[in-house]
């Protein structure tokens, strides 16, 4: 089966760096696939995507090395599978908040006996290998994201559940969650120590950590932290940078 670079990076004591996909369209797509990422992830939660175009969107990222992966919308486990049979090399499940949550969604990502995942992995055989089912349950990686407070409460619980890689922080809504600002590159001392904690839960239960951010600037402060796994920016990112880019030519 093909490797998941990811893996190979943590392995060799790297960080990985991932930027999020909100809009459809290919050329753009395979345009950030060139630029050295390692993981692109496609967004079906709150993005303008869905499953089909998501699915062009992974042949797209597919002209590289660069790692396919993707959010669903809630943790439905026929969407866990179905993205899984089209190229995702990792799931991002958002709003698992127990423990119950986190081993619905894990036993979607993988084949008997670890899980329930129906056999039918269409583009994953193309994209994966003839292999793929025999190591896909090792090799695709489960995300789950802790941004509410009953999560927050559950975390220890939440990491300890076997087969999960990585507890992902959705700063936004976990400041929500906090009574504090929905915002990204969270300072707020409040959301810091509820950051802190998730990060040391998943460092203690031999978990990866991700953070949400838009700014390389912040996604190395990230990464000074301890996090493996930073957001650094996203498609709407980008373009909305043209904004400033005008502003500087007076009319």
């Not at 998941?4 to 996909?21: D, F, H, Q, T, Y």
């Not at 753009?28 to 992830?41: I, K, N, P, R, Y």
């Not at 076997?162 to 707020?188: C, F, H, V, W």
């Amino acid at each position: 089966m093909r490797p998941n670079r990811l893996r190979e990076l943590w392995a060799s004591g790297k960080p990985a760096v991932n930027c999020w996909i909100s809009l459809p369209g290919l050329l753009g797509a395979e345009m950030l696939a060139h630029q050295g990422w390692d993981s692109l992830t496609v967004d079906l939660q709150h993005g303008q995507n869905d499953f089909t175009s998501m699915c062009a969107l992974f042949a797209a990222i597919s002209t590289t090395d660069t790692v396919p992966l993707m959010r669903v919308t809630w943790n439905t486990p026929g969407d866990v599978m179905r993205a899984l049979d089209a190229g995702a090399y990792g799931v991002i499940c958002p709003n698992v908040d127990t423990p119950e949550d986190c081993a619905r969604f894990v036993g979607a990502c993988q084949y008997p006996p670890d899980g329930y995942r129906s056999y039918g992995p269409k583009r994953g055989l193309l994209y994966g290998g003839p292999d793929y089912v025999q190591h896909a349950n090792d090799t695709i990686l489960k995300i789950i994201q802790i941004e509410s407070a009953v999560a927050l409460k559950n975390v220890d619980a939440i990491a300890a559940i076997k087969g999960l890689d990585m507890l992902y922080i959705g700063p936004s809504d976990l400041g929500l969650a906090l009574g504090r600002e929905a915002r990204q590159n969270q300072t707020d001392p409040v959301v810091m120590e509820a950051v802190d904690k998730i990060l040391a839960a998943a460092k203690r239960a031999g978990r990866f950590a991700g953070m949400h951010c838009t700014s390389a600037e912040y996604a190395l402060q990230m990464i000074e932290k301890g996090f493996d796994f930073v957001t650094v920016i996203s498609d709407e990112g980008l373009l909305a940078r043209g904004a400033a880019i005008r502003a500087q030519i007076p009319r």
